[in-house]
């Protein structure tokens, strides 16, 4: 190029973003494409494709022509979509100059079918987008210029015709403004002759990395629907994973095979430049993406093709099946070595797969070039690996599972393995062979149930937990539901979970575990409600293959027969059922009491004081004020439950204490634990409106117990315990007197306390103590079974 051209190229900034249907599908979409565009450094040159389903709509309308139908119902509604968004989308006296254009374009649709002009009905969408995104981006405040195409982009027997191009291109550089951006219309360019024709489908990718090439472009970012290239299509295969990097040479590969991020051409302008390519999610931008670069390792992928014909070559065939899949705009794969080449027309020459639907196209333009192919008269489904290195091979295992589902003919070499079935794999069996196929670190699908105040912590710390353990796992987040709706997908951002929660559809049980059944293992279910219903589930939970974290007490206090059956069908399926947070929030207890009987110590006896709000009650309680009026500021602050009496009447207290038994192994049910009230009896019956008339029973109870306390030099406090004899197991929840010298004396308004003692800790017991509520410490403690769950599954390989 000039050096004029290349000063002008300085000017405007070398960087491409190409935007396609979905990301301009509606004003909305277009006011985040503006967003974008505005927050790149310089000034970018954009190339765009037509919105949404135009295209459709378009080809629909020529269908109806050649078929001598009647368009103008079609077009009518054509017209009210597209005149819709315009308005939409730009203030009046903006939006009126682009209807005034896109008229123009609409009315001359039946004259362009008339004389056959079909590229220019089909160019309508491509220059609307163009036209929209630049008067918007106008609008506010960055001056930008649509431009067609085919002013520049010259084909000379379906391919770029450099020369032609590049000189149209270098005056067009030369004749604009080098304060404004450039929108370019993806998709369309012109022939030798100067007619219109269209790029296929996908065909604004092509023209998005010819721009980077006629600019010699630094970067070419395409924005799609997805943060990356994965190893599978993640609509088809809920394991797939997210590559932030592929090497080049396999993108081509990925192309060629009909990859729905990549396709044949993108690549291909590229070739030989210093121009990196970057594929971005438009629908979340905030994430980096994926770049193709030269240097990139190799990395393992399937991709499924379905459904395709097997077709023979026979000799050595000349025909190139590039060229052939450019004139079928579709993939044609050329196929390994058969390792089980069943027939003579199999085993001898080339064979070839392409895609049923364009396969009479294709056997009558191989005829024409004097092959004569020979097909099966069968539809195949076909799963191609994309291996990550030669030493990737297919293991005894995969060989296996491939001949239960009976695989009709297998290919493979160094590089790819080709197997061919009669019916499309099912999601469960696409996972299973990714599993053994793509060599990745281990994934944990996540499910979190519950989004109150713990819930909404949890999720928000979700994403940094995900950063820490990326290294080593992928935490996938795949749903977030509650009593009323359910938020299910693929690697869910954590971090939209409010806004898409608030729009989602109600669900079923019936629903939710189909779901879950499907997804690929391992994964686990977040218990975060109070509901004992939703703990009863856990064996349904448990028979979908999910592990189970709870920081729900009903699940652990369940009647011993039910409790007993989940912890029993858990470890049948090798599945794990963790709830450290059902006791003392954040502070590891049980824990401890794991490790000190997996190490062989003899646990005596547990206390403690194992409510927060009792414990700030008390700490704070010394007759100066009724124990009323620090009831009422406990509620204030949002220590009590909505209903005081909950806290009171210590059931909760009960419930930890039964957690903490059971997890010694102890076959006690609920109501072994002799349990003692903090109010009279007086006031359990009615409304607590009711009760709190007669406050003064509640008053005078404790101002009695303090002043016993007192005489004797002591303390008040609500305690548990839970003593181990050889007559057996005794276990209590009442209001003590304790010196101020004891464990259970030490402690800080709001704190838990838990004193071990054992055949270790004798003489001198083992004291944890910390905040023992509160939605952080909760979370987080629920956020410690997560990465000892995940540490597990790190070590056993992540099987299950």
């Known amino acids: 190029m000039s050096q004029q051209v290349t000063a002008a190229l300085t000017r405007h900034g070398c960087e491409v973003h190409k935007f396609g249907g979905s990301s301009l599908a509606s004003a909305s979409r277009f006011q985040a494409v503006s967003r974008i565009v505005q927050q790149q450094a310089g000034l970018p040159w954009v190339v765009v494709s037509a919105p949404g389903d135009t295209t459709d709509a378009l080809l629909a309308i020529i269908s109806r022509y050649q078929h001598a139908e009647d368009i103008s119902l079609p077009l009518a509604r054509l017209t009210t979509a597209l005149q819709q968004l315009v308005s939409d ?32 009905v089909l160019a309508i969408g491509e220059l609307l987008s163009a036209s929209l995104l630049a008067a918007l981006l106008t609008e506010q405040g960055k001056p930008a210029q649509a431009i067609d195409a085919r002013d520049f982009l010259v ?35 012109r022939d030798e002759k100067g007619g219109s024709i269209t790029l296929g489908r996908n065909g604004s990718d ?50 060629a095979l009909g990859n729905p991020v990549l396709h044949a051409r993108t690549l291909s302008p590229l070739s030989g430049t210093a121009t990196h390519l970057l594929v971005r999610s438009a629908l979340q931008p905030e994430y980096a993406g994926c770049a193709v670069e030269p240097e990139a390792p190799n990395q393992a992928f399937l991709t499924s093709l379905n459904p395709v014909r097997l077709v023979s070559l026979a000799g050595r065939s000349q025909i190139d099946a590039d060229a052939l899949a450019r004139e079928l705009q579709s993939a044609v794969v050329v196929l390994p070595h058969a390792d089980n080449a069943d027939n003579a027309d199999h085993a ?79 999601v469960a069996e696409l996972n299973q062979i990714h599993q053994h ?100 589930q856990y064996p349904q939970f448990v028979a979908a293959g999910c592990h189970i974290i709870s920081a729900n007490k009903q699940g652990v ?33 049980q824990q401890v009491i794991k490790t000190l009987l997996q190490s062989g110590d003899n646990i005596s006896r547990i206390s403690g004081i194992f409510s927060g709000t009792l414990s700030w009650l008390l700490c704070k309680y010394d007759g100066s004020v009724p124990f009323s009026s620090l009831l009422s500021q406990a ?145 987080g403690g629920i956020h410690a079974d997560v990465a000892q769950l995940c540490q597990q599954l790190i070590l056993t390989g992540a099987s299950r």
């Open 557 to 589: 206090t369940l009647p011993l027969t039910e409790y007993r059956s989940i912890r029993s069908a858990a470890a049948k399926a090798q599945l794990s059922w963790r709830s450290n947070t059902t006791v003392g929030a954040g502070i590891p207890v």
């Open 155 to 189: 084909f000379n027997g379906g391919e770029p015709d450099w020369q032609q191009s590049t000189t149209r291109f270098s005056r067009l550089i030369a004749g604009t403004q080098s304060t404004q951006c450039h929108i370019i219309t993806g998709f369309i360019g």
């Open 437 to 536: 196929c793509v060599v990745s670190k281990p994934s944990l699908q996540l499910l979190v149930a519950g989004t109150g105040n713990v819930g909404a912590e949890f999720l928000a710390m979700l994403a940094q937990q995900q950063q820490a353990l990326a290294e080593d796992i992928t935490l996938e987040l795949a749903g977030v539901f509650n009593t009323r709706q359910a938020w299910l997908g693929a690697r869910l951002n954590p971090t939209l979970w409010q806004e898409q929660l608030a729009t989602a559809n109600r669900y079923s049980t019936a629903e939710l575990l189909d779901y879950i059944q499907k997804l690929p293992a391992p994964k686990v279910l977040v218990d975060i409600t109070p509901s004992q219903q939703f703990a009863r």
């Open 635 to 779: 509620a204030e602050l949002g220590y009590t439950e909505p209903d005081p009496r909950d806290d009171l009447s210590g059931i909760d207290v009960q419930r930890k204490l039964l957690v903490l038994a059971r997890e010694l192994g102890l076959s006690l049910e609920l109501a072994h634990i002799s349990l003692q009230p903090l109010m009279p009896e007086a006031l359990r019956a009615g409304s607590w409106a009711d009760a709190w008339q007669r406050r003064e029973l509640l008053d005078n109870m404790l101002a009695s117990a303090l002043a016993d306390a007192k005489a004797a030099g002591k303390l008040l406090r609500y305690a548990a315990s839970l003593t181990l004899s050889d007559s057996g197991a005794k276990a209590e929840v009442k209001l003590l007197q304790v010196a101020s010298d004891e464990p259970l004396a030490a402690l800080a308004p709001c704190d838990n306390i838990f004193v071990i003692e054992s055949q270790w800790y004798s003489a001198n017991p083992l004291v944890l103590k910390g905040p023992g509520a509160g939605k952080q410490v909760t979370a």
């Open 206 to 255: 092509y023209s998005a990395t010819l721009v980077g090439a006629l600019l010699g472009a630094q970067r070419v970012s395409i924005w799609t629907d997805v943060t990356a290239i994965y190893s599978a299509d993640p609509r088809k295969c809920t394991s797939a994973v997210a590559y932030q990097q592929v090497n080049k040479r396999q993108a081509c590969q990925l192309a």
């Open 89 to 120: 989308t730009l203030a009046a006296q903006h939006a009126a100059i682009v209807l005034t254009t896109l008229s123009g374009w609409l009315q001359q649709i039946p004259d362009w079918l008339a004389s056959e002009q079909i590229n220019e």
């Open 348 to 426: 001898s020459g080339q064979c070839w797969l392409i895609p049923s639907d364009v396969w009479p196209d294709a056997a009558t333009k191989l005829q024409q070039q004097g092959c004569h192919p020979l097909a099966d008269t069968i539809d195949y489904y076909a799963l191609v690996w994309l291996k990550a290195g030669k030493q990737q091979q297919v293991s005894a295992a995969l060989a296996h599972y491939l001949q239960q589902l009976q695989v009709r003919h297998l290919y493979e070499n160094d590089q790819l393995a080709v197997w061919l079935f009669k019916q499309e794999l099912a």
